[in-house]
């Protein structure tokens, strides 16, 4: 878990932050739990399977290369719906910005990478009231809303595939917190398109 304020990362029953002081904001005990890995990891592509905690598929995702800065994933429902779409869209120098949209084409929330320092930085989710802060180089963060931790997601590293798990204590927050993790792996598409294509 991270300081909802400074980003500093928490170990143990914290109360307060070490580093900035700000109280430790303890998760509701409802939870969800969604697992998905990587498969058949392209240069660019990912195919990415979301499961609960029992290992049903609740959701398939994939990403389609359209160009040099601009990548989608989309997700489907296990009998071949539509489910939502995230969406790059380049912003000012190199942070990105993004589009989560449902099956119809409206708006669930847009996704915009923040800068907070020189070396850290998060992702606001403001249509969904939602803020995403922590490690998102090796994957691990959590999703607050009004300072109120709503979500945890962690990787664990294999030798051929990522695997991811999110922990989700409000049920609304499911899947714009799904939405930030594929933008997360977007920015990772669109930097290895770009690097190969230089």
């Known amino acids: 878990m991270f300081c909802a304020k400074c ?18 904001r303890q998760a509701p005990a409802g939870r969800i739990i969604r697992r998905f890995k990587t498969e058949g990891v392209m240069l660019v592509n990912y195919n990415m399977p979301i499961r609960d905690e029992n290992d049903n598929l609740i959701f398939q995702a994939r990403t389609v290369s359209e160009s040099l800065f601009q990548c989608t994933f989309r997700a489907w429902y296990p009998d071949g719906r539509a ?94 917190v799904l939405g930030v993790m594929m933008a997360i792996q977007l920015q990772t598409a669109v930097s290895r398109n770009r690097s190969r294509r230089w």
Not at 111 to 129: H, K, L
Request: a neutral charge; aromatic letters at 14%.
């Open 7 to 24: 980003g500093c990362k928490l170990e143990g029953d914290l109360r307060f932050c070490p580093q900035c002081g700000t109280p430790v």
């Open 83 to 176: 489910a939502f779409t995230v969406k790059t869209k380049t912003k000012k120098m190199m942070t990105m910005f993004f589009e989560m949209t449902d099956a119809s084409g409206r708006l669930i929330t847009t996704i915009d990478q923040q800068f907070t320092s020189r070396v850290a930085y998060g992702y606001a989710m403001p249509e969904a009231g939602l803020y995403a802060q922590g490690d998102f180089i090796n994957f691990n963060f959590s999703v607050y809303r009004n300072q109120q931790l709503v979500a945890e997601v962690k990787r664990d590293f294999t030798m051929i595939k990522d695997s991811y798990q999110a922990v989700i204590y409000d049920p609304s927050a499911e899947i714009p």
